[in-house]
Nanobody, 126 residues
Framework: QVQLSESGGGSVQAGGSLRLSCAASGNTDSSAYMGWFRQVPGKGREGVASIDNVGGITYADSVKGRFTISQDSAKNTLYLQMNSLKPEDTAMYLC????????????????????WGQGTQVTVSS
């Protein structure tokens, strides 16, 4: 099993930045790739970005050029640097861990992930 714990959320004004962190513990050697998702009440989880251990990265079109996903394998920590934030970025942000071998184009789909954190809230005001 893998346990995930997110931090770094908060309230910022439009144009501001936040850096989210996700600390992983447990059987982290089983990782194929990890991802960030976001969810607003009443809607499904939206894939934001994913990263694997050989540099494979994918982003949702809505965040390309503004968000950067990275990981520190030594610390078992996943990051999401969010710049130029917009009010429409307001959501609960969750990190997720996959042990499956899905290709890049599938990695923003929540069904390809097995373990999930509880999330950290990001609120962007205009």
């Amino acid at each position: 099993q893998v346990q995930l714990s997110e931090s770094g959320g908060g309230s910022v004004q439009a144009g501001g930045s936040l850096r989210l962190s996700c600390a992983a513990s447990g059987n982290t050697d089983s990782s194929a790739y990890m991802g960030w998702f976001r969810q607003v009440p009443g809607k499904g989880r939206e894939g934001v970005a994913s990263i694997d251990n050989v540099g494979g990265i994918t982003y949702a079109d809505s965040v390309k050029g503004r968000f950067t996903i990275s990981q520190d394998s030594a610390k078992n920590t996943l990051y999401l640097q969010m710049n130029s934030l917009k009010p429409e970025d307001t959501a609960m942000y969750l990190c997720a861990h996959s042990t499956a071998a899905w290709g890049l184009r599938f990695r923003l789909l929540p069904g390809t992930y097995l373990y999930w954190g509880q999330g950290t809230q990001v609120t962007v005001s205009s």
